[in-house]
């Protein structure tokens, strides 16, 4: 009898050979990593082409250069007119006749309008502070409320008590339900 192993790629062993694997996200994954060895930036053949050719050269290090800025992008945070700048550049493109036009002139220099919940967001915590101090006295005041009622009753019952002893119980009764 031939002794098999088990391929990580596959699923298992069926009389007729190997059972192919049905799992549609992990072939893909399999798929995109051979295509990317074999055409990607990091293949041989293509860090050789690089190195050989000065124009794909220049896109390879214009990409980088893309890919740096990208990631320094994400890193920071953006002031208020990034939308400003970012419409001036993408009117500074257009022909003359369109930089010109009203339309470019109010995207130069429209600013984004902050939605309700970013303009309140700054005093969330003034507010959640407020709101937290509102329920303590609350619950204080009913737990003192409370207590004050139950101090009440019990001091009320205990000197019901001593006269019922001093006195006698119907001139306690008397006295008390009156």
Same mark, same amino acid.
């Given at each position: 009898?031939?002794?098999?192993?088990?391929?990580?790629?596959?699923?298992?062993?069926?009389?007729?050979?190997?059972?192919?694997?049905?799992?549609?996200? @992990? /072939?893909?994954?399999?798929? +995109?990593?051979? !295509?990317?060895?074999?055409?990607? *930036?990091?293949? $041989?053949? #293509?860090? %050789?082409?690089?190195?050989?050719?000065?124009?794909?050269?220049?896109?390879?290090?214009?990409?980088?250069?893309?890919?740096?800025?990208?990631?320094?992008?994400?890193?920071?945070?953006?002031?208020?007119?990034?939308?400003?700048?970012?419409?001036? @550049? /993408?009117?500074?493109?257009? +022909?003359?006749? !369109?930089?010109?036009?009203?339309? *470019?002139?109010? $995207?130069? #220099?429209? %600013?984004?309008?902050?939605?309700?919940?970013?303009?309140?967001?700054?005093?969330?915590?003034?507010?959640?502070?407020?709101?937290?101090?509102?329920?303590?006295?609350?619950?204080?005041?009913?737990?003192?409320?409370?207590?004050?009622?139950?101090?009440?009753?019990?001091?009320?019952?205990?000197?019901?008590?001593?006269?019922?002893?001093?006195?006698?119980?119907?001139?306690?009764?008397?006295?008390?339900?009156?």
């Amino acid at each position: 009898m031939k002794r098999t192993t088990r391929h990580p790629d596959h699923q298992g062993l069926t009389p007729g050979g190997w059972e192919p694997s049905y799992d549609c996200k @992990a /072939a893909r994954g399999r798929v +995109r990593k051979l !295509l990317d060895r074999w055409l990607g *930036a990091d293949a $041989l053949w #293509v860090q %050789r082409h690089i190195a050989a050719c000065p124009r794909c050269r220049r896109r390879f290090a214009g990409l980088a250069k893309v890919d740096l800025a990208l990631s320094l992008v994400k890193s920071q945070p953006h002031t208020v007119d990034l939308l400003a700048r970012a419409n001036s @550049a /993408a009117v500074r493109v257009l +022909r003359h006749d !369109l930089r010109e036009s009203e339309q *470019a002139c109010d $995207l130069r #220099v429209r %600013r984004p309008v902050p939605t309700l919940w970013e303009r309140a967001g700054r005093y969330s915590h003034s507010v959640t502070n407020l709101a937290a101090c509102i329920v303590l006295v609350a619950l204080m005041k009913v737990g003192v409320m409370t207590s004050m009622r139950d101090f009440s009753s019990k001091g009320q019952h205990a000197i019901e008590q001593y006269y019922a002893a001093q006195v006698g119980r119907d001139m306690a009764d008397e006295i008390f339900t009156a």
